[in-house]
């Protein structure tokens, strides 16, 4: 029994015209006639009571380290005829934010995906009703349509759109950048798909920050789900490029696949429409995690470091604390460092601190947590220079003269105190290794408070009740960790081997593991110790 979506797609093969071309003629046609009815200048002149918007590429990098899910509101398909003709899409896209979308796919194309600009409204009126947190944002509303005329970019901010998407196949490069400005003019930041080499290579010169991989072929609607993982390493070395893969996502391993092979968030639209739960598979999703960064510390020679370079290590952590007995000295320091520059090309890296420091601190810490992965994927491994409780100017002298990529502030100095560095910090919370009677609630609570007072990236790390703060060998409780990674991307330390680390990644779902004594024999790194260390934090997410 022939099927609406088999006729549909039997109708694009009897006219001799790809789907896409098909569709594109169609909306030109409607956007014609919208004009009739509702002369482009209305839509101009009603802007001044359009709602707030939400920067999407600020919404989905705030999520990380969980991966963002972008959960589409689909009725019907060309390729796959009715979906869910009958549903109440701002119902939909409520249970979608419920469970933590970070962005809304609503289709507006009224003919093959039976979509409204409605639909779009009545989702953006319904989730406006609702209280949002710095912990429960307000998910991106995306106008998912076949955009090709101004009109409609002014349509989407008129109905409720935070951002539209822009097919690249569908538009010529001054088209393109015509509508991304306008898009931007009108604080909408646009999701650009590409579907092949030379569309990705187009979207990321004319400046694309926000860039969906369709795993769709649109002229043909078949799916290659190779797509994703091919074209991710075309933008691999485009700064501020956050990519989603779109299409074809059903399971949890599927999201685990797109992220260790390069996609920052997922778009999922037909198989959350024919769920009975929607709202347990984008929580789901949401849970996957990119395979943890892993930091070395204590490195004291060269081949120390050469060691954790060879093993995959995305930190090497250079300790200038004068009493630690890894406190190494700036000449060994300056070999180091020029050692690890020339295995990694020689680039020298720069920061926009001050950039971040306005951000509220949830979007700071996972904005900084996210930039940084980004840097280490192309600039492996990062120098990361330890203080603990020494003057300002005595930090930035060594970063200076030495070269550091990152902070680390391993002592009693306030988080505020990251505002005054240079370069990205990490700042040690030290978790008492039993805590006594305190509960794990009040105790999460607690190092919540603290880390907002400042911007910098959270490591946490053991405190003995004697006062002793780090190299302990000992691990505080995981339980924790778990509850503070929730809410924050966090880097862990304290009482981690190569034997427990991927049971700590997969209890605490860190962003980073770190790591001095546990890879050490007789006071020295351990060459088999720091390779299993880095394997076995690298596979907990496999």
Known sequence: QSTWGDLNYSFFMATQLTILER???????????AKQTVPQQSLIDQL???PECINLADRLRCEYPSVPVMAEVKRASPSK?????????????????????????VLTEPTWFKGTLQDMLGARLLLDSTQWTSQRRRPAILRKDFIIDAYQVYEARVYGADTILLIVACLSDQELKELMCLSRELLMEPLV?????VEMERAVKLGARVIGINNRDLHTFQMDMTRTLRLAQVAADADDVFLVALSGIVSAEDVKRFVNGGANAVLVGESLMRSNDPGSMIQAFRAVRPKPLVKICGCRTVEDAMLAVESGADFIGLIFVPSSRRCVKIDVALSIVSAVRQSRGAQTLTWDVQGLLNQDSVQSYSEWA????????????????????????EIHQIVTQVGIDLVQLHGDEPFTTAAAVSVPVIKVLHVQADAGQETLQHRCSNVLQTVETGPALLL??????????GGTGLPFDWELGRMIAGQLPVMVAGGLTPENVREAVVEMSPWAVDVASGVETDGTKDSLKVKQFVSEAKLSVL
């Open 460 to 469: 946490l790390d053991t405190m003995l009740k004697g006062g002793q703060k």
């Open 81 to 105: 005829g009715d979906i869910a003709p009958g549903i109440d899409a701002a119902a939909q896209a409520f249970r979608y934010a419920e469970a933590g979308a970070a962005a809304i796919s």
């Open 23 to 33: 569709i594109v003629i169609q909306r030109r046609q409607d956007v014609e006639a």
């Open 48 to 50: 001044a009571d359009a």
């Open 193 to 197: 798909e590409v579907a092949n080499e």
């Open 370 to 393: 996210w930039r940084i992965q980004k840097t280490v994927a192309r600039t492996r491994p990062l120098i990361v220079g330890v203080f603990q409780n020494q003057p300002i100017d």
